[in-house]
C-alpha cells in the first residue's frame, strides 16, 4: 500500500520481501527475497538504499543496529522502535512519561505473578514482551495454573541465563512476562500520529478499532461520540509520545476507552505501533493524506501532508480470509451493488482469520456505512452470498 504514493512521489521503493509470491513483491519491481531476521541479508539489501524502514516490528534490534552501522539511515530509529517491538520496555517508559497505562508489573516468576494478582485481582492479562501480533502473545489467565506453561518456559529461560522462544509463536521470553491488570473498557481507540526527523507532526481524528476474537474487524473514523476532550488528551499524548520517543514516521498508539472515579471518560494506553498500522487503512480514501504516503514524506523528512478527512464518516472493514478463495469473482456483485465502495486486496494467500484485505467507504450517515462495509466483507469472505 506504501507503492502507490511512492509513485506518484516519484520515490523509488525497494523492498526486502520474504518470498518471490509477497504481497509487496507483486507490486514493487524491486524486491529482493532475504530474511528480515539474516544481518548479511539485510545489510546487503540496505547498503542499496537511501533510506531504511518497515512495514512490521519483527526486525530484530541487533540486525537494524547493524544497518545503521553500515552508515544507513534508519527511520524510525532503533532507539524508537524498541518501544514498538517489546511491550515491557514501552511499559517502563510511557509510565516514566507520566501516560495512562494499565496497572502491571514484570514477571520472571510464579512468585511475581501471584504477587500481582494479589494485587490487582484475577483474572488478569499476561502478555509475551516481544513478538506478539493480533491478540498472539496475550492471554487472559485466572490463576496460576493458567499460566503454567509461560511460567515454566520463562524459569526455564532464567536458569539456563538465555533467551527462549515458546515455540508456537516465536515470541521471546527472554526478559520475562509482562503482566497487567484487566482493564474494563468500554471501547478500543487508536490515535494515528507522523512526526518527521525535522520534528514536525501531524495528528489524524481518534478512531475506533471494534475487535472481534482479539482481531480487529472494523475501525469507524472518527470514533462516534467521543468526548472532545479525551479526543484532545489523547492526541495530545500521542504526539507526546512521538516526541518523547524521536519517532519518525507514522505511529499507531492504540487506547482504551474507560471511567475515571467520577465516570468522566478517560483513556489508558494499550500500545504502540511505529509504522502504517491498520487502525490506519481508513486514511487511503478517507484522509487528504494516506498513512502510507505520509510514511514516505515524514521518512524523507518532507513535509507532512493534511491529515484532515475527506468526508463526516469512513468505515474501514477488515475482509478476513474464510473458505471462499474467489475474492475476485465477488467484485462484479460488490461493485455494481456499491459503486462508491473502496476495495483493497492484498494479495495474500487466503488463510482463515488472516486479514487478507480491507475495505472503505465515506458519506453521512455512520449506520448506513457500517451495514454497507459488513455486507462486502462477508461477501468477499464468502458468509453469505446475496
Ligand atoms: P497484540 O500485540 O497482539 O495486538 P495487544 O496487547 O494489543 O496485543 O492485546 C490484544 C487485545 O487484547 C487488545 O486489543 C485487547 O482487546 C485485549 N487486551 C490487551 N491488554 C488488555 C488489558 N490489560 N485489559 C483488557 N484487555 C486487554
Known sequence: MTAPPA???????????ESETASAAQ??????????????????????????????EHVPPEV???????????????????????KLVMRRRLTALGIPCPDWAHVTSRADLEAFGRRVGWPLVLKTPRGGYDGKGVRVVTGLDDARDWLEAVEAVEAAGAGGTDGEHGTTMADGL???????????????????????????????????????????????????????????????????LGVTGVMAVELFETRDGDGRPAYL?????????????????????SQFEQHLR????????????????????????????????????????DPAMKFHLYGKD?????????????????????????HACDYLQGVITE
Not at 7 to 17: E, M
Open 7 to 17: 509513485v506518484g512521489l516519484g520515490v523509488t521503493l525497494s523492498v526486502l520481501a
Open 27 to 56: 507490486v514493487v519491481p524491486s524486491s529482493p527475497v532475504g530474511d528480515h531476521t539474516s544481518i548479511e541479508d539485510v545489510l546487503a539489501f540496505a547498503r542499496r538504499c537511501d533510506v531504511v524502514t518497515f512495514d512490521h
Open 64 to 86: 537494524i543496529a547493524a544497518v545503521q552501522d553500515a552508515g544507513v539511515r534508519v527511520e524510525p530509529s532503533p532507539d524508537a522502535l524498541l518501544h514498538a517491538q517489546d
Open 178 to 244: 509482562l503482566a497487567e491488570a484487566m482493564v474494563g473498557f468500554t471501547r478500543e481507540l487508536a490515535v494515528l500520529v507522523a512526526r518527521s526527523p525535522s520534528g514536525q507532526a501531524a495528528v489524524w481524528p481518534v478512531v475506533e478499532t471494534v475487535q472481534t476474537d482479539g482481531i480487529c474487524t472494523e475501525v469507524l473514523a472518527p470514533a462516534p461520540d467521543l468526548d472532545p476532550e479525551l479526543a484532545s488528551r489523547a492526541s495530545e499524548s500521542a504526539l507526546r509520545i512521538a516526541g518523547e
Open 269 to 289: 494506553v494499550n500500545e504502540l505501533a511505529m509504522r502504517p498500522h491498520n487502525s490506519g487503512h481508513w486514511t487511503i480514501d478517507g484522509s487528504v493524506t
Open 298 to 337: 515524514a521518512v524523507l523528512d518532507l513535509p507532512l501532508g493534511s491529515t484532515r478527512s475527506r468526508a463526516r464518516w469512513t468505515v474501514m472493514g477488515n475482509v478476513l480470509g474464510g473458505d471462499y478463495p474467489e475474492l475476485y469473482a465477488t467484485y462484479r456483485h460488490l461493485m455494481a451493488r
Open 350 to 374: 487466503v488463510r482463515p482469520g488472516r486479514k487478507i484485505g480491507h475495505v472503505d467507504v465515506s458519506g453521512d450517515d455512520l449506520d448506513d456505512l457500517r451495514a454497507r462495509a459488513r
